[in-house]
């Protein structure tokens, strides 16, 4: 079992930077990959970034290409995604998730979820 915990998500003006956080306990963290997914009201649940479990690969859904950054620190259980320049078509609850896959941009390729963080990106 791993328990998933996001946090990081607020009210931003477009243009502006967060970053969020997931936070993992129970089973050796550092044997998953971690993937980002995100889901705006009335739309299916989309795949936004992946990191490999040694962190040494990463992978971007196009739309956040060059604005967004994940990154992990399995010596503190966690992974990050920094993003940047963010757009009203951002807003979204956040989700992080584990895989043993690599890569995987599909949700039932992912076995562990957390409860989610809201990210709202005001015009």
């Known amino acids: 079992q791993v328990q998933l915990v996001e946090s990081g998500g607020r009210l931003v003006q477009a243009g502006g930077s967060l970053r969020l956080s997931c936070a993992a306990s129970?089973?050796?963290?550092?044997?998953?990959?971690v993937g980002w997914f995100r889901q705006a009201p009335g739309k299916e649940r989309e795949f936004v970034a992946a990191?490999?479990?040694?962190?040494?690969?990463?992978y971007y859904t196009d739309s956040v290409k060059g604005r967004f950054t994940i990154s992990r620190d399995n010596a503190k259980n966690t992974v990050y995604l920094q993003m940047n320049s963010l757009k009203p078509e951002d807003t979204a609850v956040y989700y992080c998730?584990?895989?043993?896959?690599?890569?995987?941009?599909?949700?039932?390729?992912?076995?562990?979820w957390g409860q989610g963080t809201q990210v709202t990106v005001s015009s």
């Open positions: 998730a584990t895989s043993f896959r690599w890569v995987a941009t599909t949700t039932r390729h992912y076995n562990y």
């Open positions: 990191i490999h479990w040694n962190a040494d690969s990463t």
């Open positions: 129970g089973r050796t963290f550092s044997s998953f990959a």
